[in-house]
Nanobody, 116 residues
């Protein structure tokens, strides 16, 4: 059974940093692209960043380029999102996602709030 468990969210002041983690189990983690999405209150869920199976390619939303870094550890079956220079508009629930050969799986999400 596939599980994606996010952690690391919280309340941070503008300009601060957070590191999100997504621990994966139940599938061949090292074979799949992993993604981070976010959904702000009243808005649609949007792609934040993705990383290919071996970390060889990473993509970012324009709004986070230069501030966020996605990485993965295929031994620990974990994908990370390092978020620096956080802004109030980064406030959202952050989800990790994987598209396997059979279906899409989402984690339960972790809340990130950027406020002074």
């Amino acid at each position: 059974q596939v599980h994606l468990v996010e952690s690391g969210g919280g309340l941070v002041q503008p300009g601060g940093s957070l590191r999100l983690s997504c621990a994966a189990s139940g599938f061949a983690f090292s074979s799949y692209t992993m993604s981070w999405y976010r959904q702000a209150l009243g808005k649609e869920r949007e792609l934040v960043a993705s990383i290919t199976f071996n970390g060889g390619s990473r993509n970012y939303a324009d709004s986070v380029k230069g501030r966020f870094t996605i990485s993965r550890d295929n031994v620990k079956n974990t994908v990370y999102l390092q978020m620096n220079s956080l802004k109030p508009e980064d406030t959202a629930v952050y989800y990790c996602k994987v598209d396997t050969r059979t279906r899409t799986y989402w984690g339960q999400g972790t809340q990130v709030t950027v406020s002074s």
